[in-house]
């Protein structure tokens, strides 16, 4: 089976630094994605990681360490409209193509 | 710049009716894919299509079906709509793993459906 852990909620400082945390326990492991989702739309994609270490894309870095189970999302001088959920998800790659599965998401508030 | 496009946004529903809910992408992807969102639950499979004329089952797959018809479309019915369906619904598509590896899916803005 699979298995996604994430914290619920964080909450963090305009212009400030924030890192959400994911593991997972899944067989046939072949990448993570994270997702952002504002309240009430879609989930629109961030990054990917399919090897260990660090993707950085503007102010957002995605980590993946495969041996350990883990990766972290980095969002660095905060902006108020990054209040949103992040959705980690792991791809597992199946004859049905490439199928995920989400985490529960965290909650990102960001206050002044 | 349509991409994956829901109809319709919001529904409601008594227990025991049918509806269909249509997914249409403009994105030429292979893949198509239904999932639920229900609050501590996160986003969780129904069922996907990998291509014209197939679909399978996902993670939660019960009380539901789909037809893929047109490689632009994916239908999801409810033949009988039960409390427990009251949920988002959002509609995914991607390329194939064969011929873009490991693109990320592109999700429609969701259809909010409430039974009752």
């Known amino acids: 089976g699979q298995n996604i852990d994430q914290p619920t909620e964080m909450t963090a400082t305009e212009g400030a630094i924030v890192q959400i945390n994911c593991t997972y326990q899944?067989?046939?492991?072949?990448?993570l994605f994270w997702y952002q989702q504002h309240a009430g739309e879609a989930p629109t994609f961030l990054s990917y990681?399919?090897?260990?270490g660090l993707e950085e894309k503007g102010r957002f870095s995605s980590f993946l360490s495969r041996s350990k189970g883990y990766s972290y999302l980095l969002l660095k001088e905060l902006q108020m409209k990054d209040s949103a959920s992040y959705l980690c998800a792991v791809i597992r790659i199946t004859g049905g193509g490439n199928k995920l599965t989400f985490g529960t998401g965290t909650q990102l508030k960001v206050e002044l | 710049n349509a991409g994956v496009t829901q109809t319709p946004k919001f529904r409601v529903l008594k227990t025991g009716q049918s509806m269909t809910l249509l997914c249409a992408q403009d994105m030429n992807h292979e893949y198509m894919y239904w999932y639920r969102q229900d609050p501590g639950m996160g986003l969780r499979l129904i069922h996907y299509s990998v291509g014209e004329g197939t679909t399978a089952k996902g993670e939660v797959p019960d009380g539901y079906n789909v037809s893929r018809l047109k490689k632009q479309n994916f239908l999801l019915g409810l033949e009988s709509a039960a409390p427990s369906q009251t949920s988002v619904y959002f509609c995914a598509s991607s390329y194939s793993r064969i011929r873009v590896p490991n693109q990320p899916q592109h999700f429609g803005d969701g259809t909010r459906l409430s039974i009752l």
């Open positions: 990681n399919v090897l260990d």
């Open positions: 899944t067989s046939g492991f072949n990448g």
